[in-house]
C-alpha cells in the first residue's frame, strides 16, 4: 500500500528558504514518476512540479518555475522539494503524490509551510 | 496553460439522490487525459476516476465519468452520506492543472 509522509514543513520569512521531504515506502519508489501539489489554506489544488524516475526530467508550474527544484534519492526512496524565494503566497500544505499523470497521495497528510514576516 | 472550470461551485443534495458534476476545458484534452479527485474534510485528495471513464481500484461503481472534447461529466448515481465532500478535475494532457473544485453538501 503506499504510504507517503511529507515533512520539513515551517515558519519562514518572505524570501528565505526550505526544503520539503517525503518519505515513500509501499510501492518500487525507483519505478515512478513523482509529483508536488499543495494547497492554500481554504483553496483548491495546484500541481506543482513531476520528476521521472532516475530525475533526469522534471517540468514545473509557472507559479514556481524558477523558484522551486524537484529531486528524488532513490536509494533512500525520498523526494524533494527545494523552494527558494518564498513569497507569501506559497503559504500553503504541500503534498507528494506518486505518478504524474493521475496521481496518488498515498494518505499522505502534508507538510504545511506558512511564509510571513 | 489548459484552465478546468468546474461548475457547479457547490451542489446542495441529498443521501440517495444523484449528483452530475461538470467540468469545461479552455481547450479540447484527451480523454485519456482527464481524472477526477475526491477529498473528504481534513483529508489528502484520492483519485476516483482517470482517463476520463475508468474507475480507480477500491473505487465503487456508483461513480462514473464520462465525456469528451472540452466537456466531462462526474456522476454519483445514489449519494451516500461519505460522498459528501470536495470534488476535483485534473487535465496531463499539457502539463497538469485541477479544477478549482465543486463542494457536495448535505440538504
Known amino acids: 500500500q503506499v504510504h507517503l509522509v511529507e515533512s520539513g514543513g515551517d515558519l519562514v520569512k518572505p524570501g528565505e528558504s526550505l526544503r520539503l521531504s517525503c518519505a515513500v515506502s509501499g510501492f518500487t519508489f525507483s519505478n515512478f514518476y513523482m509529483t508536488w501539489i499543495r494547497q492554500a489554506p481554504g483553496r483548491g489544488l495546484e500541481w506543482l512540479s513531476y520528476i521521472d524516475r532516475d530525475g533526469t526530467t522534471t517540468d514545473y508550474a509557472d507559479s514556481v518555475r524558477g523558484r522551486f527544484t524537484i529531486s528524488r534519492d532513490n536509494a533512500k526512496n525520498e523526494l524533494f522539494l527545494q523552494m527558494n524565494n518564498l513569497r507569501a503566497e506559497d503559504t500553503a500544505l504541500y503534498y507528494c503524490a506518486k505518478g504524474h499523470t493521475f496521481i496518488d497521495f498515498g494518505g499522505g497528510q502534508g507538510t504545511l509551510v506558512t511564509v510571513s514576516s | 496553460e489548459i484552465v478546468l472550470t468546474q461548475s457547479p461551485g457547490t451542489l446542495t443534495l441529498s443521501p440517495g439522490e444523484r449528483a452530475t458534476l461538470s467540468c469545461r476545458a479552455s481547450?479540447?484534452?484527451?480523454?485519456?487525459?482527464l481524472a477526477w479527485y475526491q477529498q473528504r474534510r481534513g483529508q489528502a485528495p484520492r483519485v476516483l476516476i482517470y482517463g476520463t471513464s475508468s474507475r480507480a481500484t477500491g473505487i465503487p461503481d456508483r461513480y462514473s465519468g464520462s465525456g469528451s472534447g472540452r466537456d466531462f461529466t462526474l456522476t454519483i448515481s445514489r449519494l451516500e452520506p461519505e460522498d459528501f465532500a470536495v470534488y476535483y478535475c485534473q487535465q496531463y494532457y499539457n502539463s497538469r492543472t485541477f479544477g478549482q473544485g465543486t463542494t457536495v453538501e448535505i440538504k
Open positions: 481547450q479540447g484534452i484527451s480523454t485519456s487525459s
